[in-house]
C-alpha cells in the first residue's frame, strides 16, 4: 500500500492550491483520510480529516478557507486550498487508515508536498 500525494507549488497571498492524495495497493476499504502539515521548525499539525462516511473536522486556522473532500471510488482524498496565506507555506502531508483483505488495518502516510505562499 502507498500514498501518492499531488499538487502544492507556490502561489501568492490570497490564491488558491488543490492537493490530491490517492491510496493505492492491495486494499479492502480506506477508513478516514486527512491532511497535515509542517512548517519549518514547527511540529506536524493537523490540517483536516475525513471520515469514510463524508464527516470532516478542520484545524481553526482553515477553517472557511480550506475544503476536504474524497471520493471512494478512486481511494482518494483531496485538500482544496483558497485564500492562502504566508502562514500556510508548510510541506503537507496525506495520511490514511488502511484496511486489508483480512481485517487487519494500519495508517499510512504519503510522502509530503511543499506549499509555499510568498508574492
Known amino acids: ?8 507549488g507556490l502561489v501568492q497571498p490570497g490564491g488558491s492550491l488543490s492537493l490530491s492524495c490517492a491510496a493505492s495497493g492491495s486494499i479492502f476499504r480506506v477508513n478516514d483520510m ?4 509542517q512548517a519549518p521548525g514547527k511540529q506536524r499539525e493537523l490540517v483536516a480529516r475525513i ?3 463524508g464527516s470532516t473536522d478542520y484545524a481553526d486556522s482553515v477553517k472557511g478557507r480550506f475544503t476536504i473532500s474524497r471520493e471512494n471510488a478512486k481511494n482518494t482524498v483531496y485538500l482544496q486550498m483558497n485564500t492562502l496565506k504566508p502562514d500556510d507555506t508548510a510541506v503537507y502531508y496525506c495520511d490514511a487508515e488502511i484496511v486489508y483483505h483480512s481485517g487487519l488495518y494500519a495508517r499510512f502516510w504519503g510522502q509530503g508536498t511543499q506549499v509555499t505562499v510568498s508574492s
Do not use: D, I, N, T
Not at 34 to 37: A, L, M, P, S
Open 1 to 8: 500500500v502507498q500514498l501518492q500525494a499531488s499538487g502544492g
Open 34 to 37: 486527512g491532511w497535515y502539515r
Open 51 to 53: 471520515s469514510s462516511g
